[in-house]
Nanobody, 116 residues
Framework: QVQLVESGGGLVQAGGSLRLSCAAS????????MGWYRQAPGKQRELVAD???????NYADSVKARFTISRDNAKNTVYLQMNSLKPEDTAVYYC??????????WGQGTQVTVSS
């Protein structure tokens, strides 16, 4: 069983920055993708950013040039650096990981609130 532990959410003013962290409880060659989704009240969960084992990174159009995803393989951790935050970035952010043969796992979610 894989556990994803998130940290780094909070309250920030518009234009500010936050960094989210997500640590996986296991290290495995099965890891195919890892990243972040978010869900705002009344909206569907959406991809924010992820990376794949093939070496690609993907970003939602709404966060390109403001958010950066990175990873530390030694710590089984992925980070999301969020700059120039906007009120519309307010949401619960979920870490996600997909392992070949094991399936998908989600973190418990961390709240990000951006005040105007």
């Amino acid at each position: 069983q894989v556990q994803l532990v998130e940290s780094g959410g909070g309250l920030v003013q518009a234009g500010g920055s936050l960094r989210l962290s997500c640590a996986a409880s296991v290290s495995s060659f099965r890891l195919n993708a890892m990243g972040w989704y978010r869900q705002a009240p009344g909206k569907q969960r959406e991809l924010v950013a992820d990376w794949t084992s093939g070496g690609s990174t993907n970003y939602a159009d709404s966060v390109k040039a403001r958010f950066t995803i990175s990873r530390d393989n030694a710590k089984n951790t992925v980070y999301l650096q969020m700059n120039s935050l906007k009120p519309e970035d307010t949401a619960v952010y979920y870490c996600h990981a997909y392992y070949a043969g094991w399936g998908a796992y989600w973190g418990q979610g961390t709240q990000v609130t951006v005040s105007s």
